[in-house]
């Protein structure tokens, strides 16, 4: 008579540290997408009023408009 095991690779040790690189590269991503946000606030902030004002800015409001997608105001 045969045994047949089906082995879940997904288990165990292997599981946790798929799930620890996946955090970290969750990190990552969350990290380099800010730099990048912050590098669109700084340009925006070297901007006169008058040129915000063309955009439908105010400078106050740069942060909210740079970051209109993870806010709910």
Known sequence: MAHIAAIDSKSGIRAR???FFAGIGQGFNTYVESRSRVHQIHRLNELS???LKKLGLTRDGIAAYVFRDLLYI
């Open 17 to 19: 540290l798929d799930n």
């Open 49 to 51: 009023d008058a040129e």
